[in-house]
Nanobody, 117 residues
């Protein structure tokens, strides 16, 4: 059974930083792509960052220059380094993965990020 578990969310002041982690566990040979979505109250879910094996990462315009996605393939983990956080970054952040040999996208449950003074 394959699952994704996020961690690293919490409360941070504007201008602060957080690092989210998403670890995939189970029988995994390889992961094609991983990334992060977020959803804030009153807003549609939006793609924050996407990383494809062998490709360049993609970022939402609102986070370019502030967020960085990275992967540790040996640990089947994707990270989201979030710097210069703004109140509008407040949302539930959920990771996803396209795993080799598994049909469809696997989703984590999400972790809350709150940016507030």
């Amino acid at each position: 059974q394959v699952r994704l578990v996020e961690s690293g969310g919490g409360l941070v002041q504007p201008g602060g930083s957080l690092r989210l982690s998403c670890a995939a566990s189970g029988s995994i040979f390889s992961i094609n792509s991983m990334g992060w979505y977020r959803q804030a109250p009153g807003k549609q879910r939006e793609l924050v960052a996407h990383s494809t094996r062998g490709g360049s990462p993609n970022y939402a315009d609102s986070v370019k220059g502030r967020f960085t996605i990275s992967r540790d393939n040996a640990k089947n983990t994707v990270y989201l380094q979030m710097n210069s956080l703004k109140p509008e970054d407040t949302a539930v952040y959920a990771c996803y993965a396209d795993i080799v040999g598994i049909r469809g996208i696997i989703w984590g449950q999400g972790t809350q990020v709150t940016v507030s003074s």
